[in-house]
């Protein structure tokens, strides 16, 4: 089992920078890939950014360049930077161990214009 907690959402203007943290318990030294992914209000959960076990990162258009994923042990953190508006929605960590997806409770991330 695994279990994942988030932390490091908040109320921030259009262009500030925000830094997401999910702290992964439990068994995950055997997670492979762990990343984010944001539900907007209204629209369906989105893929944000991916990082597996190699390093190799994964960005959705709609970030890259302004979003950047770090990993270390049992952590992985979402440093967003530029932020817009349409970057409000609820962030979900995620980690894909065995098969099997662990979800974070998710944390509020809101921008203001």
């Known amino acids: 089992q695994v279990q994942l907690v988030e932390s490091g959402g908040g109320l921030v203007q259009a262009g500030g920078s925000l830094r997401l943290s999910c702290a992964a318990s439990?068994?995950?030294?055997?997670?492979?890939?762990m990343g984010w992914h944001r539900q907007a209000p209204g629209k369906q959960r989105e893929l944000v950014a991916t990082?597996?076990?190699?390093?190799d990162t994964t960005y959705a258009d709609s970030v890259k360049g302004r979003f950047t994923i770090s990993r270390d042990k049992n952590t992985v953190d979402l440093q967003m930077n530029s932020l817009k508006p349409e970057d409000t929605a609820v962030y979900y960590c995620?980690?894909?161990?065995?098969?099997?997806?662990?979800w974070g409770q998710g944390t509020q991330v809101t921008v203001s214009s």
């Open positions: 995620y980690g894909l161990r065995l098969g099997r997806t662990y």
């Open positions: 439990g068994d995950f030294f055997t997670i492979n890939t």
């Open positions: 990082s597996n076990r190699y390093g």
